[in-house]
């Protein structure tokens, strides 16, 4: 498995714990009831989730196959009334990309058996004065209350790193930091995962947990 852990302390105070790899490393991966801090994979916590059923409540997805069953809350739709930001690994063209869609079968990708994708919130670091309105528009959960939070972002190279702080802070905090200290100026987006108490982290390096909570559903990496 290769990857680069890294933390840094942005100026506003923010800690940032990353986890640097390629995206050919990366799957979505249902881990029921056990959190990201009692698996021996390595990453970090992935979209929002019913805590009662278990239920997935954004696309989560590897080669067009939702990660925990065919049907509700299995990881084929973000579900609610609004599309949300979806990051999209199309192997074929070797591409990033964020789509704010319902459903995994709105994503566009050259060949469905060949790409995977993971929901969360539009991150849009290359418009710092729409973000906000544009993750409200997704209906963002909490994103002016401080609490811990965990992202994904990528940079024109195709790195992708798996971001997460134990800081209590804003979304807008959060990404001030991440643009700060991640990928040197050469990020392109991203997008924010579920945060507070699901915020988790496992890695031979760090492993943090705001909570024990189950999560249901990671971003892992391949051993």
């Keep these: 498995m290769a990857y680069t852990y890294a933390s840094y302390t942005a100026s506003n105070g ?13 799957y979505i991966k249902n881990i029921g009831s056990v959190p990201v801090t009692g698996q021996s994979t390595t990453g ?5 989730f019913d805590p009662n059923t278990g239920n997935l409540l954004q696309i989560a997805v590897n080669n067009d196959v939702a990660v925990n069953g065919t049907g509700y809350g299995g990881g084929s739709a973000n579900l609610g009334s609004v599309p949300r930001g979806t990051l999209v690994w199309d192997s074929t063209e070797s591409q990033f990309s964020v789509q704010v869609k319902q459903t995994k ?3 566009a990708v050259v060949k469905r058996t060949a ?6 919130i539009s991150m849009s670091l290359n418009s710092d004065s729409t973000w906000a309105a544009q993750a409200d528009s997704e209906n963002m959960q909490n994103r002016t209350g401080s609490v811990e939070r965990t992202g994904l972002v990528y940079n024109s ?15 807008a905090a959060f990404r001030t930091a991440i ?3 991640v990928g040197s100026g050469t990020l392109v987006n991203g997008i924010f995962l579920d945060g507070g108490s699901s915020t988790q982290i496992t890695s031979a390096e760090k ?17």
Excluded: F, H
């Design 14 to 26: 923010v800690v940032l714990y990353t986890l640097k790899t390629s995206p050919n490393n990366v």
């Design 44 to 48: 970090v916590n992935g979209g929002y």
């Design 105 to 107: 079968d709105q994503l």
């Design 115 to 120: 790409y995977w994708a993971q929901g969360g």
């Design 157 to 171: 190279t195709n790195n992708i790193w798996l971001v997460v702080t134990p800081t209590k802070c804003t979304a």
């Design 179 to 181: 643009k700060e200290k």
């Design 207 to 223: 492993t943090y947990g705001a909570s024990t909570r189950p999560v249901y559903q990671m971003v892992a990496l391949r051993s």
